[in-house]
């Protein structure tokens, strides 16, 4: 993750917009990457979505490779998941639909 937030800082630095979406899994991976952008820089956008749910939605069997232990330290799975506490913003994405997400979003950054 490190490595991608230093990316994005560069691009930043050279008058991109950078948009960045990770998996963050841990409180101090997110405050490492507010540290390296600078919290002024960086929007935190917590993407709420029940771990069910995501399972239901996993077109590439990640997670059920996970829950026959094929795959190792899944968040949700084998790996907590520490909620942001504080976001920016926080998506519902079970409640609306993809367009109310961005528009929600793009409304946030105006």
């Known amino acids: 993750m490190e ?3 230093k990316l994005a800082k ?8 950078v948009i960045v979406s990770l998996i ?11 540290e ?8 935190e956008v917590y993407v709420n979505t029940p771990l069910n749910i995501c399972e239901e939605r996993d ?4 997670y059920k490779k996970a829950r026959a232990g094929l795959i190792k330290y ?3 799975i084998d790996s907590i998941y520490e909620a942001p506490q504080n976001p920016d913003i926080m998506i519902d ?8 997400c961005v ?3 793009t409304k946030f950054l105006s």
């Open 24 to 34: 963050s899994p841990f409180k101090s991976l997110r405050d490492r990457a507010k």
């Open 74 to 76: 899944m968040t949700g």
């Open 10 to 17: 560069n691009k930043f630095d050279n008058g991109f917009f």
């Open 59 to 62: 077109t590439k069997g990640l």
């Open 3 to 5: 490595r991608a937030i």
């Open 36 to 43: 390296i952008v600078g919290p002024q820089n960086l929007v």
């Open 93 to 100: 994405t079970v409640s609306h639909t993809i367009d109310d």
């Open 103 to 105: 528009t929600q979003i």
